[in-house]
Structures are given as C-alpha cells and as structure tokens.
Nanobody, 114 residues
C-alpha cells in the first residue's frame, strides 16, 4: 500500500501563487507516476498535471505555462507550483499515485478569489 499526505492549499487572490506538496510512504518502490487532479463543485475530477518516474510530464491545457509539476524521487514527494492563479482554478486538489498500489490523497482546498 501507498499512503499520501498532501499540504499547501489555501486562499489566494487572483494572480497569486501556491505550492502543493504530496509525500508518499509505504510501498513507494512500485510507483510509476504521480500526479495532481482537481475537482470543482458540480464538476468531474480532472487531471491537472502528471509526472512519470522518468521525469516526463504532462499538463492540462488550462494550466500549461502557469503550473509546474516536479518530483523528488529520493523523498517520494511530488510538488505542484501554481502561478498566475485564476478563480477558475478553485477546486479541491488531489494527489494521485499510479503503479501496483494506486491511491488518492485526502484532497486540499485551493480557493482563488477575484
């Protein structure tokens, strides 16, 4: 099993920045990718960004150029640097791991005020 602990959400004004962190523990050897998803009220959960163990990344079109995902493999931690935040980025952000033991974090609220 893999356990995830997220941190870094909060309230920020439009144009501001936040940095999310997600630390994985347990059977981390089997993790093949880590990512961030988000779910706004009344909407489906969507992929925000994903990073493979190799370091290759992918982003939702809506966040390209504003968000950066990175990973510290030694610490089994994934980060999401969010810049130029917009009110439409408001959502609960969930960390996700893929591999033999896929799992989700508990979610962290990000609220961007206009």
């Amino acid at each position: 099993q893999v356990q995830l602990v997220e941190s870094g959400g909060g309230l920020v004004q439009a144009g501001g920045s936040l940095r999310l962190s997600c630390a994985a523990s347990g059977s981390t050897y089997y993790i093949t990718a880590m990512g961030w998803y988000r779910q706004a009220p009344g909407k489906q959960r969507e992929l925000v960004a994903r990073i493979m163990r190799s370091g290759s990344t992918s982003y939702a079109d809506s966040v390209k150029g504003r968000f950066t995902i990175s990973r510290d493999n030694a610490k089994n931690t994934v980060f999401l640097q969010m810049n130029s935040l917009k009110p439409e980025d408001t959502a609960v952000y969930y960390c996700n791991v893929e591999g033999r033991y896929s799992n989700w974090g508990q979610g962290t609220q990000v609220t961007v005020s206009s």
